[in-house]
């Protein structure tokens, strides 16, 4: 059971970090930022592997502070600032979970934060598609975009 856990976040992980757009480069302070999500990441799964919470601590806090620059803050939409809290509110419940040194909890807090990140992604992907790559005038039709994501 442990091994499917482990695939599921190794998967998730993946899919979270895939790049932004598709073709498209985001700027360098993103590229920065989504480097550093991703090597915290890292650190926190090699912390749940090792069941080393000192690890999972430092990479969670990492995130945490991640979170809060203004590079993080990519689109100014109530749903990216949503997917955002949902992002920092997962991180922290890592910290706390491993904090107690319960790697149950952290687990279940590193898929919750995870799926939020692959939920982000393709709300970002979807936003570029309508409205072009970051620095460029908005599409007039992208106002015909919902901010909600279409069925599919």
Do not use: W
Request: glycine letters at 6%; charged letters at 25%; one cysteine or more.
């Amino acid at each position: 059971m442990k091994k499917y856990i482990f695939a599921i976040l190794v998967l998730g992980l993946s899919a979270a970090l895939v790049p932004l757009g598709s073709g498209q480069q985001p700027n360098d302070g993103l590229a920065r930022i989504m480097k550093e999500k991703l090597k915290n990441s890292q650190l926190v799964m090699e912390g749940m592997a090792l069941a080393d919470f000192a690890k999972i601590r430092k990479g969670a806090d990492e995130l945490i502070q991640l979170s809060k620059t203004a590079e993080f803050m990519v689109h100014k939409t109530p749903r990216y600032e949503v997917y955002s809290n949902d992002f920092r509110r997962a991180a922290e419940t890592i910290y706390q979970k491993a904090k107690d040194q319960n790697i149950d909890g952290v687990a279940l807090a590193y898929v919750d934060m995870t799926l939020t990140c692959v939920r982000c992604h393709q709300y970002v992907r979807e936003l570029r598609q309508a409205r072009g790559p970051l620095g460029t005038p908005p599409n007039p039709l992208a106002q015909l975009v919902p901010d909600e994501p279409r069925v599919r």
